[in-house]
């Protein structure tokens, strides 16, 4: 005879400034459903939690991530197991409108890497999927992030350029722009997995690992105040702003990743005025 499993479905759609939905008896999902979002959750501890028949790490005290890609726009359900019992979470994320930009008569080598690079960015895509394949017990993902650097904001996550009619990647960081030398800090704790003093892109790059497969990513930096291996606490200083690689003005660009998902860091500090975080206006 088939054993059933008892089901209990909580549907959940959080508005985009919503914090906390509570689901039941300390369960809770923690960020804003929407496109590029990292949303943080607690169940009961010695749960397991599996989307799409693939498992989602589950801390020993019951905390787990989810994030939304950028182009994500169906609904997503979370399969929690505790006990025999199972919980259905659905999240459903708002979709958001990014800006698009059009240059034409560009030369062709300012929108294509010359060959002669192209073994160096192949060796350098290996050496950041590697910083960046642990997932860690580390906890600095629960913390509130704060912005690693003071400076106006020059560019968005979501935005795309579509050069001599050929749409490049969509820009997955926030740009912050301030003088070369400008300090950047740690958003949350974490440990050093990368600092690499010159990639082709990026140039000077430091990764965090916060654990659970969130990492933050620092590009651009003219100095490295950090070295692979140091464990970081919140605020602490890890380089400063310049422009190396493939950058055409000082800046921080920082990213944030979980897994293979790229998510918008803009979401998880406070909000800075004048950036409109849906439609990624200035």
């Not at 199972?86 to 409108?97: D, F, G, K, M, S």
């Not at 003093?197 to 140039?203: Q, R």
Request: aromatic share 8%.
């Amino acid at each position: 005879m088939t054993k059933l499993i008892p089901v209990l479905i909580f549907f959940i759609t959080a508005c985009s400034h919503a914090f906390a939905s509570e689901i039941q008896s300390g369960e809770a999902i923690r960020g804003q459903s929407i496109q590029g979002s990292l949303l943080r959750g607690k169940v009961e501890a010695g749960s397991s939690i599996s989307h799409d028949g693939k498992s989602i790490p589950v801390s020993k005290d019951g905390d787990f991530v989810f994030g939304f890609s950028r182009d994500t726009t169906k609904a997503v359900t979370l399969v929690v197991v505790k006990d025999n019992k199972e919980t259905l979470i659905r999240l459903t994320p708002e979709v958001r409108e990014y800006r698009i930009q059009r240059i034409d008569g560009l030369e062709q080598s300012k929108v294509t890497p010359p060959v002669s690079v192209s073994e160096r960015i192949r060796n350098d895509a290996v050496i950041v999927r590697k910083a960046r394949s642990e997932v860690s017990s580390l906890n600095g993902f629960k913390q509130e992030f704060i912005w690693p650097s003071v400076g106006p904001i020059s560019g968005v996550y979501g935005s795309q350029r579509v050069l001599n009619g050929k749409p490049s990647w969509p820009h997955f960081g926030v740009d912050v722009a301030a003088p070369t030398g400008t300090p950047v800090v740690a958003p949350a704790e974490g440990k050093v997995t990368l600092a690499h003093a010159d990639l082709y892109y990026s140039g000077g790059t430091i990764i965090i690992d916060h654990g659970m497969g969130v990492f933050s990513t620092f590009l651009h930096l003219s100095k490295l105040s950090v070295s692979v291996g140091d464990v970081i606490k919140q605020g602490d200083k890890i380089g400063e702003i310049g422009e190396t690689g493939r950058a055409t003005g000082p800046h921080l660009d920082w990213r944030i990743n979980w897994r293979n998902v790229r998510l918008d860091p803009a979401l998880l500090v406070p909000a800075r005025e004048g950036l409109d975080y849906t439609s990624n206006s200035e």
